[in-house]
């Protein structure tokens, strides 16, 4: 079965960076793209960027262009988020996912089948 199994959140300061992993099982990894989003504390779950399967096309939303970077290891079946100049604004329940259909690249979640259980990230002022 899929599995998608973030790790990396945490608590750091504002200005800091931090580099969230998520290791995926049970699909032919480098068929998906896998798309990374957040849910801050009342909000809507809001995407934050994706990476197609081969690592060539990514989209990114513009609240994170410049700031994150998302890349990704076939051989070890992980996609990456890095996370630069981080601010209070940036602190949410982080969640990797992974589309519906292959060789689809996406932002909208509603195409996303399989999602992990999300990793927090608390940025301090």
């Known amino acids: 079965q899929v599995q998608l199994v973030e790790s990396g959140g945490g608590l750091v300061q504002a200005g800091g960076s931090l580099t969230l992993s998520c290791a995926a099982s049970?699909?032919?990894?480098?068929?998906?793209?896998l798309g990374w989003f957040r849910q801050a504390p009342g909000k809507k779950r809001e995407f934050v960027g994706a990476l197609s399967g081969g690592g060539s096309s990514s989209a990114y939303a513009d609240s994170v262009k410049g700031r994150f970077t998302i890349t990704r290891d076939n051989a070890k079946n992980t996609v990456y988020v890095q996370m630069n100049n981080l601010n209070v604004g940036y602190t949410a329940v982080y969640y990797c996912a992974r589309p519906r259909v292959a060789y689809t690249l996406t932002s909208s979640p509603s195409e996303y089948a399989y999602w992990g259980h999300g990793t927090q990230v608390t940025v301090s002022s």
């Open positions: 049970g699909f032919t990894f480098n068929n998906y793209a």
